[in-house]
């Protein structure tokens, strides 16, 4: 079995660059200047996702935009990362689950934030202004301005500029 490794020079990609970010302008809510979303990223109801300027959204993200999705400027998403806005109902136990329905609740991502890489961002949740979320963290609740979260579920490290 032989490998191959593909090499696409940068003025090649260029117009498929272009092409994807015409295409995020007319789809999403919003999409700031010198945003860039990578291949391969699944966009659910992208009209209700805001992105804000010089956001970097990697390789095989999902943007779940169903309840509604905030990014802040400057924020970077990793590759694979999950966005949730929506989640089945589960109250009643005289109803299966599957028929119960779903709830929405918006996240929202502040400016300057990292967002690891395979991180998972579950429904209701707010990340405040230049925090980090660890590669492979599953983010239940709020994380606050500056803190460093990691974990399943994410709980804070640290806080930022405190050594």
């Known amino acids: 079995m032989v490998a191959y490794n593909l090499v696409v020079s940068r003025s090649t990609l260029k ?24 291949d391969h990223v699944k966009l659910i109801a992208p ?7 010089y956001v970097g959204v990697a390789n095989k993200v999902l ?13 970077m998403i990793g590759v694979e990362s999950i966005v949730l806005t929506a ?11 599957c028929e119960q329905g779903m709830v ?6 502040g400016q300057d934030v990292w967002i690891g890489m395979r991180a998972l961002i579950l429904p209701g ?8 979320v660890a590669a492979g963290a599953v983010v239940t609740k709020d994380v606050p301005c500056r803190a460093i979260v990691g974990g399943v579920p994410a709980r804070i490290i640290r806080m930022r500029g405190q050594e």
């Open 15 to 38: 117009p498929i660059r272009y092409l994807r970010q015409h295409v995020c302008r007319l789809l999403l809510a919003r999409y700031g200047e010198e945003s860039t979303i990578s």
């Open 63 to 75: 943007l779940d935009g169903r309840g509604g999705i905030e990014v802040g400027d400057y924020t």
């Open 104 to 109: 929405h609740a918006s996240v929202m991502i």
């Open 125 to 132: 949740v707010t990340i405040e202004d230049q925090a980090i």
């Open 87 to 97: 989640t089945h109902r589960h109250d009643r136990l005289d109803i299966p689950m």
């Open 47 to 53: 009209g209700n996702i805001h992105v804000g300027r």
